[in-house]
């Protein structure tokens, strides 16, 4: 007898680009939540996210069993499993490092939040930005960051600083406990297996979409 009950993969098997799409997946489905849906099939999930049926049932599949065919899927069981999933169910401390204008943007942002990730503490090399209150948070200088990744129990951390010092404050992060990094700088950093980067380019991603209007009659 096969069970329903969704099974919990080796993390290293599933490939990183399912893994991005399930916050796409549970912000739909918190969004099904609010208008009160109770049940969701993989086509109409498909609609909403540009994603085939297939390709849903495929991703969900490397987690176990979700729904039953004809009835689709129960929507607050696949959105409480999901959040499971990712992780979303616990409290994450966050670092920001870098408090020039992206990084105080970062800071006064209200929509880490409610998903679970708090920002926790500031920092920066800049004599006259340390000390400096940005939201709710007093910038660090960046020599107390191992004392605040431990002290705090900060895993994830965000990096806003010029490409000039990205590796090196990259370097500090890992070599201080940190395994998760969202970088906004411009380059893309080295990091050894186990610690996970993404890494964020509104320039590079600008960049391609010009591939599609290169050829345009009005361009």
Request: charged content about 20%; glycine content about 8%.
């Amino acid at each position: 007898m096969v069970s329903n009950q969704p099974r919990q993969p080796d993390r290293a098997d599933v490939p990183e680009v399912v893994v991005t799409r399930l916050p796409q997946y549970v912000r739909v489905l918190n969004r099904l939540l609010e208008e009160g849906i109770e049940v969701v099939s993989s086509q109409q999930l498909g609609a909403q996210l540009q994603v085939t049926p297939a390709q849903i049932r495929k991703d969900l599949s490397y987690f176990g069993r979700f729904g039953k065919q004809g009835r689709g899927y129960s929507v607050r069981h696949l959105h409480d499993r999901l959040r499971d999933i990712l992780g979303l169910n616990s409290y994450w401390n966050v670092a920001v490092v870098g408090v020039g204008r992206l990084g105080r943007a970062i800071l006064s942002y209200p929509g880490f939040t409610p998903d679970g990730f708090h920002l926790v503490a500031a920092f920066d090399t800049n004599e006259d930005v340390v000390g400096l209150q940005v939201g709710d948070l007093t910038v660090r200088s960046i020599d107390e960051l191992e004392e605040v990744v431990s002290g705090q129990n900060i895993s994830i951390a965000i990096v806003a600083v010029p490409v000039r010092f990205t590796q090196e404050v990259i370097d500090t992060l890992i070599d201080c406990g940190v395994r998760a990094i969202l970088n906004y700088a411009p380059t893309s950093p080295q990091v050894h297996d186990g610690v996970r980067i993404r890494n964020i380019d509104p320039v590079i991603a600008l960049q391609s979409m010009t591939y599609y209007l290169a050829d345009s009659p009005e361009h």
